[in-house]
């Protein structure tokens, strides 16, 4: 692992484990994913981008017009992915650039929650747990017609109200 400034090697271990008990929930859930899975995926994903911009207030005019514009598309080409198998690829050449962009929308989400002062790692355990809880009692996960994993019967949410600080500075205008 390489060492991260500024932080200890307890807290690079969980960092890792955090992430690689996303990867294992994954791997339990979808151990030989098809097509299908990959676009039901890929909508979700933008679902979550989408939603990150339901959560924004805009301030003016113009940014009011582009999330809300913005909004709008990831939503319609999210519904698109989950009802298709059939609708996009990354084509062998374009790989490495897709891979590439995943790995940078882990950094900057992570930089995002850092300026704003979010413990990002704990969360995220936070939400792994409630992940591993969608699974039913067999440890099996549960999954809609268009193959998304649903929740479970020991399902809980995840309070990520305990990782919010009082006082933020860059929303308080600081």
């Known amino acids: 692992m390489i060492p991260v400034s500024n932080q200890n090697p307890k807290q690079q271990s969980l ?9 294992a929930w994954f791997e339990k ?32 005019g113009k940014a009011m017009y582009l999330v809300h514009e913005a909004r709008v598309a990831l939503r319609a080409l999210a519904d698109h992915l989950k009802k298709s198998q059939h609708t996009v690829t990354v084509d062998p050449e374009n790989r490495s650039l897709f891979l590439d962009s995943i790995c940078d929308q882990l950094v900057t989400g992570t930089g995002v929650a850092a300026h704003c002062l979010f413990p990002v790692v704990e969360a995220l355990n936070e939400v792994n747990s409630s992940n591993w809880s969608k699974f039913d009692e067999h440890g099996n996960p549960i999954v809609d017609a268009n193959g998304k994993i649903m929740k479970g019967p020991g399902y809980f949410k995840p309070n990520l109200e305990q990782f919010i600080p009082k006082r933020i500075p860059v929303f308080d205008g600081e």
């Open 29 to 60: 859930a979808r151990p030989t994913p098809t097509n299908k899975q990959f676009h039901t995926q890929l909508g979700v994903h933008y679902e979550e981008v989408e939603e990150s911009l339901e959560a924004l207030t805009p301030l003016d």
């Open 15 to 23: 960092s890792a484990n955090s992430l690689s008990a996303t990867l």
